[in-house]
């Protein structure tokens, strides 16, 4: 059992930032892919970025690129997602999660934390 806990979500303006963070407890993050999804009232939850642990390659979707960060910390067991830039419509609940896997689709998480909520006012 692995257990994800997401902080730093609140309400910023637009263009403003905000650094999310995950700490895991349970399990080492040694054979786990890391990521974040989000989802917004009435929409899907969707792929934001993701750290591979085993090759230190991070992958983000394309409306994320040069605005969002993923980094991890070792010691604290904790990943991180730094957003920048951020725009009324990033407002939603942002999700912590882990895969044995490689496949980013929500479907395929093996591990989810609860969320931490976004706001972003125009």
């Known amino acids: 059992q692995v257990q994800l806990v997401e902080s730093g979500g609140g309400l910023v303006q637009a263009g403003g930032s905000l650094r999310l963070s995950c700490a895991a407890s349970g399990r080492t993050f040694s054979n786990y892919a890391m990521g974040w999804f989000r989802q917004a009232p009435g929409k899907e939850r969707e792929f934001v970025a993701a750290?591979?642990?085993?090759?230190?390659?991070?992958y983000y979707l394309d409306s994320m690129k040069g605005r969002f960060t993923i980094s991890r910390d070792n010691a604290k067991n904790t990943v991180y997602l730094q957003m920048n830039s951020l725009k009324p419509e990033d407002t939603a609940v942002y999700y912590c999660a882990a895969t044995y896997g490689s496949v980013w689709r929500a479907g395929n998480m093996d591990y989810w934390g609860k969320g931490t909520l976004v706001t972003v006012s125009s």
């Open positions: 750290l591979s642990w085993s090759g230190g390659t991070t």
